[in-house]
């Protein structure tokens, strides 16, 4: 009965490839996140969705394409990827569209760019 | 958005009552405080969250003073699985437009045997 999952758990790749992770939540919420938390441990908020729609949107490459096909998921695509995009990557979710609201986290995606 | 400052680490021994400061100086009106714990390979969970006076559960109590421009985080009689990062977050209801929340470096609480 996982709350926020994730797949795959360790992605490992070459430079130039494209990727994609997924995310699904069982709760019931409208709101789920992606962020990106980096080798110095800062999380930092890419996006954003309420109810499959796009309500956050940081200052993230093009390379990167969010899809939300319903509200229970949430997928981040990752075209061209970069030694910079090695990261461990977090889905999140929350009721309502507030993200003050309690939020749960999936256990992350760790990508290795190499 | 309320930008927050907390020590970046901090150690303990078991059974010891550990409190984590953090400052806050422009919190706004309507800004939540929240306490996020992440463990090594873990997504953060949400320990508490408040917005004035004292707030407890079953892990921990948070110390929000009256001008709100620090709030504290008191876990009680730690033990070596508190060993974590612990994020202090401010963030509420806005008009015209969605919130986000900024985490900052978080504390890294280290508890010893």
């Known amino acids: 009965d996982t709350a926020v999952s994730q797949t795959p758990k360790y992605l490992v790749t070459q430079m130039g490839n494209d990727k994609s992770i997924k995310c699904e939540q069982n709760l019931g919420h409208d709101t789920m996140y992606w962020y990106k938390q980096d080798s110095k441990k800062f999380l930092k908020i890419m996006f954003s969705?309420?109810?499959?729609?796009?309500?956050i949107n940081e200052t993230v490459p093009n390379r990167f394409s969010p899809k939300s096909p319903d509200k229970a998921h949430l997928n981040l695509h990752i075209n061209s990827l970069e030694l910079g995009d090695s990261a461990v990557y977090f889905c999140a979710s929350t009721r309502g569209s507030d993200s003050y609201n309690e939020q749960f986290f999936g256990p992350g995606t760790r990508l290795t760019v190499l | 958005l309320a930008k927050t400052t907390q020590p970046i680490s901090m150690d303990s021994y078991e059974g010891q009552e550990v409190n984590i400061t953090c400052s806050h100086n422009?919190?706004?009106?309507?800004?939540?405080i929240t306490w996020y714990q992440q463990f090594p390979s873990q997504g953060p969970r949400f320990i508490i969250q408040g917005y004035k006076t004292k707030v407890t559960n079953e892990v921990a109590s948070l110390f929000i003073p009256a001008d709100r421009k620090s709030s504290t985080l008191s876990l009680p009689r730690v033990s070596l699985s508190d060993t974590a990062v612990y994020y202090c977050l401010v963030g509420g209801p806005f008009s015209g437009g969605y919130n986000k929340l900024i985490f900052g470096a978080g504390t890294r609480l280290a508890v010893h045997p």
């Open positions: 969705y309420n109810n499959k729609e796009l309500i």
């Open positions: 422009n919190i706004a009106t309507n800004d939540y």
